[in-house]
């Protein structure tokens, strides 16, 4: 995958245009360090945010989200100026996604920062693919 590939970006239609810029500059960054990263969530529907909340709780799976998308909406549900606030990257390894604890984390999440973003990583229950707006 080149870093122009349409693919590796695909998930970032309906996103912020300054979370979309700032996510662009991070994982092409990464890019030059070598190491490979694509966007594998950006905007959620209502029903796509509650099937993820499900999981682990009334349908198999490991709990991978806090928020129902009702009473809690995510930041990747599209907010008052019509853009979701999130999104979530992996890191491609041999072209496979992956998130191994072994792939540098901590820099993708500094260079989130650096850039004015929220990374999951930091949170008490961490999300490292997970930034968002602040």
Known sequence: MTTT???RFAKLAGV???LTRAVRAV???M???GYEMIVTDGVRTSAEQQKLYAQGRTAPGKVVTNADG???SSNHQ???DGYGHA???CF???GVPSWSDALPWELYGEMARVLGLRWGGDWKTPDRPHVELP
Do not use: F, N, S
Request: with cysteine; charged share 30%; aromatic share 0%.
């Open 5 to 7: 590939d349409p693919h």
């Open 16 to 18: 912020h245009p300054d």
């Open 27 to 29: 994982v092409l960054a």
């Open 31 to 33: 890019h030059e360090l």
């Open 70 to 72: 009702i009473i809690r």
């Open 78 to 80: 599209p907010k008052a």
């Open 87 to 89: 999104v979530d990257c």
């Open 92 to 94: 491609l390894v041999d």
